[in-house]
């Protein structure tokens, strides 16, 4: 399995195919969610900027954004999830990715935290 | 991933950082507080106390537990306060529309104080002792409420908060079963009654109420004995410890009102369907604070109602949504709305004009820029299971 990076926002990247990437959220984001009821996916097809809100995840008590971690067109996304939004929780970083990003920019993946560096970001919030 | 906009200043279980310097300064504590982080809550802020959210088993299990078994929460939080004396029943009924005087001894009233608006200052359960009354307000209404009844009616009736109490509240189709062992004689209690007992052996009082829309008990127990007696009744494989979060679907699901968001003091107690607490003889006679404006909306019916709204979508509507009519046009806000777990979709309430409050009318929910159908349906969406003897 590719290795996984992550934004300080807990969404995690990790290459699918080429230039394109697949996005979820870490174990740590839904553990503080708590179960996820909805997930609201991006359009195929759409551009989103680094950061841009590209998906919506409600849980029992709240609604959260996700934001793209890189650049880029969205190509798929995890149809599973309108059906069983639950996957978020009991596989956040195998079956309950969100969606498919081809990047504009490669480079911006070097920018974000890989797995060490996120736990340690992580234990750092307390 | 970060907390989308949301209105609700209370309880955030999602963004922890918001409140964490809160949490030891400011926030007051109920007696239970170290059985919760020794049980594994999480634990928010909500009236003024640092509460569990949720426990380990978390909203989702929970709920359902109380649905299927017996749910013990902690809300100790909230205020209990008693009237004393032989004037206290008339005193009240100048703060309230509730029939206090009708009430019989050991039984329990649902009333709320209202302001000269006819708005709602607090709602809160009276129970009638016999000589005097004993009352349960919301938490964080409770110190403005002790200072408007001693500012109104202290010179008639003494007012005495029980700050030395704490307040369980078991709840769930079990919730009788685990009482037959605990309290023998309170399960031939019915809903809306009082009793005193032992309980687990503890002296207590509770009465058969709750705010989930099971049967069940609030069993107000002595401060300094309540840990002994949550862990008597938690010792019951029926019983799990549940959190605010499954506490606030509960009560959704049932179409229960939380004072702050579906009632506040610009609503009144017509506009928020709960005319039904109001008998005809407080009616005719009025005497309460606001009982022009309410009498007025009794007899004409109010501009607009609270009313169940019912998504056709997957989408949670969140208290604050904007509500549309057909042509788009803004006709109302949801106050409470979420997902509800026994319904196994979104469910909220919320106020609309009269004319859009018919069930079966179609609205639309404002969610994220996007226009989603819904229904105005009757509540509760989950059926009521008092036990009514």
């Not at chain 2, 963004?15 to 030891?24: I, M, Q, S, T």
């Not at chain 2, 997902?339 to 009318?361: K, R």
Request: net charge negative.
């Amino acid at each position: 399995m590719a290795e996984l990076r992550f934004t300080k926002d807990h969404e995690w990247i990790r290459v699918a195919d080429g230039d394109t990437y697949e996005v979820g959220i870490s174990d740590y984001a839904q553990g503080q969610l708590g179960d996820v009821v909805f997930v609201e996916l991006p359009e195929v097809g759409k551009t989103i900027a680094k950061g841009g809100q590209a998906a919506v995840v409600e849980s029992v008590k709240a609604a959260s954004d996700i934001y793209a971690p890189v650049s880029g067109s969205v190509v798929a996304v995890n149809d599973a999830l309108t059906g069983e939004p639950g996957l978020v929780n009991t596989d956040p970083t195998g079956k309950g990715w969100f969606f498919r990003i081809k990047a504009t920019n490669a480079a911006e993946i070097q920018e974000l935290m890989d797995e060490a560096a996120y736990d340690a970001f992580v234990k750092s919030q307390g | 991933m970060r907390p989308a906009v949301d209105r609700r200043a209370d309880m955030r279980p999602d963004r922890p950082w918001e409140y964490a310097h809160l949490a030891d300064a400011d926030l007051k504590k109920t007696v239970l507080h170290a059985l919760h982080v020794e049980l594994g809550a999480k634990m928010v802020p909500f009236g003024g106390y640092d509460m569990p959210v949720q426990y380990p088993m978390g909203i989702l299990g929970e709920h359902n537990h109380t649905r299927a078994a017996a749910g013990l929460f902690d809300v100790s939080h909230m205020g209990q306060v008693t009237l004393h004396g032989p004037d206290a029943v008339a005193a009240l009924e100048t703060l309230v529309p509730g029939d206090i005087a009708a009430l019989d001894v050991g039984s329990t009233r649902y009333s709320m104080f209202t302001n000269e608006a006819g708005g709602i200052l607090d709602d809160l359960m009276i129970t009638n002792r016999g000589d005097r009354l004993f009352l349960v307000v919301n938490a964080g209404c409770k110190e403005a409420d002790i200072a408007h009844m001693r500012a109104k009616i202290g010179s008639r009736t003494k007012v005495e908060y029980h700050e030395d109490r704490a307040l369980l509240a078991l709840q769930g189709p079990q919730a009788a079963t685990v009482m037959a062992r605990l309290a023998p004689a309170s399960v031939a209690q019915k809903f809306m009654t009082f009793r005193t007992g032992d309980v687990a052996g503890i002296p207590c009082f509770f009465t058969r109420s709750g705010y989930t829309g099971e049967d069940g008990w609030e069993i107000s127990v002595p401060a300094d004995r309540a840990v002994e007696l949550a862990r008597a009744i938690l010792a019951n494989p029926e019983a799990k410890p549940i959190g605010l979060g499954a506490r606030d679907s509960l009560r959704l699901e049932a179409g229960l009102c939380l004072y702050g968001h579906d009632i506040d003091t610009g609503t009144t107690p017509v506009e928020a369907g709960l005319q039904w607490s109001i008998s005809k003889r407080r009616r005719a006679a009025g005497g309460f604070p606001g009982a022009a404006r309410i009498q007025k909306e009794l007899a004409e019916g109010p501009a607009r109602k609270r009313v169940g709204i019912l998504p056709e979508g997957r989408a949670p509507a969140r208290e604050g949504t904007d509500i549309v009519d057909a042509s788009g046009a803004k006709v109302g806000t949801v106050t409470s709305g979420g997902f509800g777990p026994t319904v196994n979709g979104p469910v909220c309430m919320g106020y609309v004009p009269a004319a859009l409050a018919q069930p079966g009318t179609s609205v639309g929910l404002v969610v994220r820029g996007k226009t989603l159908p819904a229904k105005i349906v009757g509540m509760p969406f989950a059926p009521h299971r008092y036990f009514r003897g």
